[in-house]
């Protein structure tokens, strides 16, 4: 009996040990993930709305217009103090899980670029979404992503298979892709045309 209780005890204060350890490594490394993370934010921002831009964090939240779409953080986009767009970070159900991006609307709401921020769509297929060397147009080396930009939400129809060219075997994640930014589009459109002169 003495030696259960004995195991017991030194089991537990191992346990102690060991759960004070990972906070320990945990307050340490999250000041650098978080760091990361905005480097990460920054450059993305900048990516889908390129320019001498500054970019300010919306305190209110937008809403979409489809419930199977989520509107999360949205960051209007400055220079020389007036607005001239917003940046809009949308999830898109795709095959596997949610797709998130960040998408540049301008005030017209034209796209001015998109970013995959994560997915977990099948390598091969729907991973080509964001995938730089997979062009669906290999003549004038057009990414998956690079045909949303110029493209304009209210105007075009940005539909796979219409006016956006679908990835091979990848039809939901292509349509998922492709709704998101148009829902970001009308979305930063409604918002800049309350707010922008």
Same mark, same amino acid.
């Given at each position: 009996?003495?030696?259960?209780?004995?195991?017991?005890?030194?089991?537990?204060?191992?346990?102690?040990?060991?759960?004070?350890?990972?906070?320990?490594? $945990?307050?340490?490394?999250?000041?650098?993930?978080?760091?990361?993370?905005?480097? %990460?934010?920054?450059?993305?921002? %900048?990516?889908?709305?390129?320019?001498?831009?500054?970019?300010?964090?919306?305190?209110?939240?937008?809403?979409?217009?489809?419930?199977?779409?989520?509107?999360?953080?949205? $960051?209007?986009?400055?220079?020389?103090?007036?607005?001239?767009?917003?940046?809009?970070?949308?999830?898109?159900?795709?095959?596997?899980? *949610?797709?998130?991006?960040?998408?540049?609307?301008?005030?017209?709401?034209?796209?001015?670029?998109?970013?995959?921020?994560?997915?977990?769509?099948? *390598?091969?297929?729907?991973?080509? %979404?964001?995938?730089?060397? $997979?062009?669906?147009?290999?003549?004038?080396?057009?990414?998956?992503?690079?045909?949303?930009?110029?493209?304009?939400?209210?105007?075009?129809?940005?539909?796979?298979?219409?006016?956006?060219? %679908?990835?091979?075997?990848?039809?939901?994640?292509?349509?998922?892709?492709?709704? @998101?930014?148009?829902?970001?589009?009308?979305? @930063?459109?409604?918002?800049?045309?309350?707010?922008? *002169?």
């Amino acid at each position: 009996m003495k030696s259960l209780v004995k195991f017991t005890i030194t089991l537990g204060a191992l346990g102690v040990i060991v759960g004070l350890l990972l906070v320990m490594v $945990y307050r340490i490394t999250l000041p650098v993930i978080n760091s990361q993370d905005l480097k %990460a934010l920054n450059e993305g921002l %900048a990516g889908v709305f390129p320019g001498d831009n500054t970019f300010e964090k919306l305190n209110e939240t937008l809403k979409s217009s489809d419930q199977t779409i989520t509107i999360g953080d949205c $960051y209007e986009v400055k220079n020389g103090g007036n607005i001239v767009g917003l940046v809009v970070t949308v999830s898109s159900p795709g095959s596997q899980a *949610p797709i998130k991006m960040l998408v540049g609307v301008k005030k017209d709401g034209t796209i001015s670029g998109v970013k995959i921020l994560s997915m977990s769509e099948t *390598p091969g297929l729907g991973a080509n %979404a964001d995938n730089p060397t $997979y062009f669906v147009n290999r003549d004038k080396k057009i990414t998956f992503l690079d045909q949303f930009t110029g493209k304009n939400a209210l105007k075009d129809p940005l539909v796979s298979k219409q006016d956006i060219i %679908a990835l091979t075997g990848a039809t939901i994640t292509s349509n998922a892709v492709s709704k @998101g930014v148009k829902i970001a589009g009308e979305v @930063g459109y409604n918002y800049l045309k309350g707010v922008a *002169p």
